[in-house]
């Protein structure tokens, strides 16, 4: 056991703790500029998906709307509240500035990245699949399937199977502290409702994610507008306390604005995951008319998670009197004492039903991308029974028996070969995305309110006509 630590430690440091988060930022700001700023040039498009059904036919399509709050879902999790609090705690307030920062330059990431999902989706029945793995398979040729397959088998083990140990985790730890709810109680819940949900397949996850993300994420910031409300005064001091410290110019904790950039980069990229490929598996599930429109829609689901709910737990936590820089204190229970501290002790409580209701959407969304990286690797009904058994065994694991979470110590380091497989295939593949963009824009001027893909114009790529129909 002491080997396999040593050995996926290694991989953590030469991913995480060395090259990865600046690549990030690198192929972040050289998306970004290369497109024209094209997270921002289309940032009011991105909110109409909120408003609007699917675009394209069929009820049993999921539409780009379902698509997006199931990522949302995946990305707002316990990183919002306990990784936020981390990152100030470590990094002071100027964290935060730098978490916003590289939120805004993943938007571009994730565009990119979600649209040639969306490209090189196949159509299998009603549905829908595609992601990372497939997008390497037909957009760089199956002389890169091992490629492909190693994403895949990375993608299950970090997200179907650690991260689900974690989830089921943290809702028993919080439920038998704020509540008093052994955790054996939240277990059998837990593994009950997520069995029910995996078992009915993708449109379940994506009508439970519908109802389930809209009813936390809106929740959450209801409690966070209160509290700003309540100390609007001091709302000023705190922002200019933010940048002042992201720069150096003001130090809360050892090491200034270096401690700063480092924990907000860190804890920004492992919250809004753009650039890991593991939002394109759930975004190439939507039936839309052009693959840019949903890569738009995901750049959406970045900004919800990082600049609108991170920062609901960032100001929380700056506004009240419990933040002691540099002190030693875990995440979970700086937020619940900030809360406290403002609203009372019923605000525990609330906060205990904000966690679960983020780690239960986590665990769905998670569950999903494992299941198409099965499927990628294998279409046998039996593979996909004993994944669905394993999560749900995994998730009551976690809840009931929370030192069994450290086994799954290779969590990370998997992420860490996810995201750079996925760069990889992004910057070889960033050519057609270009081509895809001009495409839409080509179409926006000519005056269509809603561009149409026809991939009558893309002969030379591998498209799947039954997903993506000629129109010429």
């Not at 005064?233 to 705190?238: R, S």
Request: glycine share 10%; proline share 3%.
């Amino acid at each position: 056991m002491e080997f396999l630590q040593s050995f996926f430690g290694m991989i953590g440091d030469l991913t995480w703790g060395w090259a990865l988060i600046p690549f990030l930022v690198i192929f972040g700001l050289f998306f970004t500029i290369v497109t024209d700023f094209v997270q921002f040039r289309f940032f009011k498009r991105m909110f109409r998906v909120l408003l609007t059904k699917n675009q394209t036919a069929g009820e049993k399509s999921i539409s780009g709307r379902e698509a997006l709050l199931l990522s949302v879902g995946g990305r707002v999790g316990g990183g919002n509240i306990a990784g936020v609090a981390v990152a100030i705690t470590l990094g002071g307030p100027g964290a935060v500035f730098w978490m916003w920062a590289i939120a805004l330059v993943g938007m571009a990431t994730s565009l990119v990245e979600c649209s040639l999902a969306q490209l090189y989706k196949r159509k299998e029945g009603d549905d829908f699949r595609g992601g990372a793995a497939q997008t390497i398979v037909y957009g760089l040729g199956k002389d890169y399937r091992w490629l492909a397959y190693v994403y895949a088998v990375c993608l299950i083990a970090s997200f179907a199977i650690g991260f689900n140990a974690f989830q089921g985790n943290t809702v028993a730890g919080a439920a038998a502290d704020s509540l008093g709810i052994d955790r054996m109680y939240t277990g059998v819940f837990l593994a009950g409702v997520v069995g029910f949900i995996i078992y009915g397949g993708i449109h379940r996850i994506a009508k439970a994610a519908d109802v389930i993300v809209p009813i936390m994420a809106v929740a959450y910031m209801l409690i966070a507008i209160v509290i700003i409300l309540m100390n609007i005064a001091e709302l000023p001091a705190v922002i200019a306390s933010i940048v002042s410290n992201a720069f150096g110019l003001e130090e809360a904790v050892g090491g200034g604005m270096g401690a700063a950039l480092a924990q907000g980069l860190r804890r920004g990229l492992f919250s809004n995951e753009a650039g890991l490929g593991s939002a394109p598996n759930v975004a190439a599930t939507a039936d839309v008319t052009h693959p840019i429109s949903q890569g738009i829609t995901q750049s959406l689901s970045v900004f919800i998670d990082t600049i609108i709910v991170c920062s609901c737990t960032a100001f929380v936590i700056l506004l009240g009197d419990v933040y002691v820089p540099g002190a030693d204190i875990d995440g979970v229970v700086l937020t619940q004492q900030s809360l406290v501290s403002h609203l009372g002790e019923w605000a525990k409580y609330y906060l205990t039903f904000a966690i679960l209701l983020f780690s239960f959407s986590s665990v769905i969304y998670n569950y999903y991308l494992g299941e198409n990286a099965l499927a990628f690797m294998s279409k046998s009904k039996s593979a996909l029974h004993v994944l669905r058994a394993a999560v749900i065994l995994i998730v009551f694991t976690g809840a009931v028996a929370p030192a069994a979470t450290s086994v799954f110590f290779f969590s990370d380091p998997m992420m860490g070969i996810l995201a750079v497989v996925n760069l990889l295939a992004l910057i070889m593949l960033f050519p057609t995305a270009m081509r895809i963009l001009k495409d839409y824009r080509a179409q926006l001027a000519e005056g269509k309110e809603h561009p149409e893909f026809d991939s009558a114009k893309f002969a030379d790529l591998d498209i799947d006509e039954t997903a993506w129909p000629k129109k010429s």
